[in-house]
């Protein structure tokens, strides 16, 4: 390697020029069109990438005002919201835990149970949707 690294100093050669020197003749058509791929990727990407932060922020926009409306004592369109937020993510932790305490606002303990359940699935020791539990179950 050390050889190489002398061999090429201070050349200013270029890769292709560098390959053909060693006898090695890549096949250009086919390296163009592959980098013309990798390009395409890149752009895909970047437009995903794109769509992923518009959609975090919709997403945090939908959360903050079912948060709003909790505040405002208006479970209703706070359930709105949350489901919303979980159509987007559905394994949304915070979102879970608060719909599970609308439902129970609204009277719908079975949804509550079942919401807290889901969430302890994925996360046995979350304290909030341990200490919803209880609160719903001492009802």
Excluded: C, W
Excluded at 15 to 29: A, M, N, R, S
Excluded at 38 to 58: C, G, M, P, Y
Excluded at 65 to 89: R, S, T
Excluded at 125 to 139: E, I, Q, R, S, Y
């Amino acid at each position: 390697m050390e050889d190489l690294k002398e061999e090429n100093k201070g050349t200013g050669l270029t890769l292709k020029d560098l390959l053909l020197q060693k006898g090695v003749k890549p096949d250009l058509e086919v390296l163009q069109k592959r980098i013309e791929e990798l390009e395409k990727e890149i752009e895909i990407l970047k437009s995903k990438n794109k769509d992923n932060q518009e959609t975090s922020l919709l997403i945090d926009k939908l959360f903050n005002k079912a948060v709003k409306a909790l505040k405002q004592e208006n479970p209703v369109d706070a359930m709105g919201f949350l489901q919303a937020v979980l159509v987007f993510e559905p394994e949304n932790i915070k979102a879970m835990n608060n719909l599970a305490v609308v439902y129970f606002e609204l009277g719908h303990e079975k949804r509550a149970v079942a919401t807290l359940n889901k969430i302890l699935e994925k996360e046995p020791g979350n304290k909030t949707a341990l200490k919803n539990m209880a609160v719903v179950l001492d009802k």
